[in-house]
Nanobody, 126 residues
Framework: QVQLVESGGGLVQAGGSLRLSCAAS????????MGWFRQAPGKEREFVAA????????NYADSVKGRFTISRDNAKNTLYLQMNALQPEDTAVYYC???????????????????WGQGTQVTVSS
């Protein structure tokens, strides 16, 4: 099993920045693609960004392109999401996800991921 723990969320003013981290533990050698999703109140969980394990393939949701940057440190078993130019519509609980099935693509569907963290709240005030 792979356990995921997010950190780095908080309250920030519009235009500000936050950096989320996701620490993976357990059978991390089985972790392939990792990603970030978010869920705002009353809305469905949506894809934010994903990064493959070996070839660094990356995908972003259109809404965050140019503002968010996903990265991972495989040696530290940690996933990051640098969020710049935050807007009130970015307010949500952000979830880290990991895929433990073989596959080296930057998957965008929640169903492609098997392991999830508990989430970290990001609130952007206007």
């Amino acid at each position: 099993q792979v356990q995921l723990v997010e950190s780095g969320g908080g309250l920030v003013q519009a235009g500000g920045s936050l950096r989320l981290s996701c620490a993976a533990s357990g059978r991390t050698r089985n972790t392939y693609t990792m990603g970030w999703f978010r869920q705002a109140p009353g809305k469905e969980r949506e894809f934010v960004a994903a990064i493959s394990r070996s070839y660094g393939r990356i995908n972003y949701a259109d809404s965050v392109k140019g503002r968010f940057t996903i990265s991972r440190d495989n040696a530290k078993n940690t996933l990051y999401l640098q969020m710049n130019a935050l807007q009130p519509e970015d307010t949500a609980v952000y979830y880290c996800a990991a895929r433990v099935r073989v596959g080296d693509y930057a998957y965008t569907a929640a169903g492609d991921y098997s392991n999830w963290g508990q989430g970290t709240q990001v609130t952007v005030s206007s």
